[in-house]
């Protein structure tokens, strides 16, 4: 063969190299990022455990001094068995858009149940004075703080993931290689972002 068309053959294989070379390093990085999200997303469940453990105990605490409040104490009971299955359903899939917008509605309704239960508490001195509900509404306000701050990072690693998929040309590799979308953990209004009113 004449050296003409080694070379030819030589800047073919050269380039086929590069572009699986660069494939398998935009497949990588994908893989890097969403990974990424998904331990963010651990941090944030974690966080979500340790408020669904803590809510039972307050419950217990209030229903004490609540008597006439039952409603009030079940629809808490109620919004934290709820959140916590759409929580699992949201770790078992981070980013999936619907399981992200199923945990953002439960935690919306939690909050919501929270800050009732908490306006209600109100009524009641001994209640506002018992130390134990006092330590109980401390753990909840650094978990809810705990939680805003793994949610910032979640989302932040989301962004990044999703800036990448999108890009030029990775586009294509994400495309091709099924990486979809991932989806912000976000609460959709301001004063649902808000820590539900814990102070006596």
Same mark, same amino acid.
């Given at each position: 063969?004449?050296?003409?068309?080694?070379?030819?053959?030589?800047?073919?294989?050269?380039?086929?190299?590069?572009?699986?070379?660069?494939?398998?390093?935009?497949?990588?990085?994908?893989?890097?990022?969403?990974?990424?999200?998904?331990?963010?997303?651990?941090?944030?469940?974690?966080?979500?455990?340790?408020?669904?453990?803590?809510?039972?105990?307050?419950?217990?605490?209030?229903?004490?001094?609540?008597?006439?409040? #039952? !409603?009030?104490?079940?629809?808490? =009971? @109620?919004?934290? *068995?709820? %959140?916590?299955?759409?929580?699992? $359903?949201?770790?078992?899939?981070?980013?999936?858009?619907?399981?992200?917008?199923?945990?953002?509605?439960?935690?919306?309704?939690?909050?919501?149940?929270?800050?009732?239960?908490?306006?209600?508490?109100?009524?009641?001195?001994?209640?506002?004075?018992?130390?134990?509900?006092?330590?109980?509404?401390?753990?909840?306000?650094?978990?809810?703080?705990?939680?805003?701050?793994? #949610? !910032?990072?979640?989302?932040?690693? =989301? @962004?990044?993931? *999703?800036? %990448?998929?999108?890009?030029?040309? $990775?586009?294509?590799?994400?495309?091709?290689?099924?990486?979809?979308?991932?989806?912000?953990?976000?609460?959709?209004?301001?004063?649902?972002?808000?820590?539900?009113?814990?102070?006596?």
């Amino acid at each position: 063969m004449p050296s003409g068309i080694w070379g030819i053959l030589l800047v073919i294989a050269l380039v086929i190299l590069g572009l699986f070379g660069w494939l398998a390093m935009a497949f990588n990085s994908l893989v890097a990022l969403r990974n990424r999200y998904k331990t963010a997303f651990s941090q944030i469940d974690v966080q979500l455990k340790r408020r669904y453990d803590l809510i039972p105990n307050l419950i217990e605490t209030a229903k004490a001094y609540m008597n006439h409040e #039952r !409603q009030t104490l079940e629809s808490v =009971v @109620q919004a934290r *068995n709820s %959140a916590l299955a759409a929580s699992r $359903t949201a770790a078992a899939n981070p980013g999936d858009p619907s399981s992200m917008a199923g945990l953002a509605a439960a935690e919306t309704q939690l909050n919501g149940a929270l800050g009732r239960l908490f306006a209600v508490a109100e009524a009641y001195p001994d209640l506002k004075a018992n130390q134990t509900m006092l330590n109980l509404q401390q753990e909840l306000t650094n978990t809810e703080d705990l939680i805003a701050s793994s #949610r !910032q990072v979640f989302n932040n690693s =989301v @962004q990044q993931y *999703n800036t %990448a998929r999108e890009s030029f040309p $990775t586009n294509f590799v994400a495309n091709a290689m099924g990486f979809a979308p991932a989806q912000l953990f976000e609460l959709s209004s301001e004063k649902e972002r808000e820590t539900p009113g814990v102070s006596f």
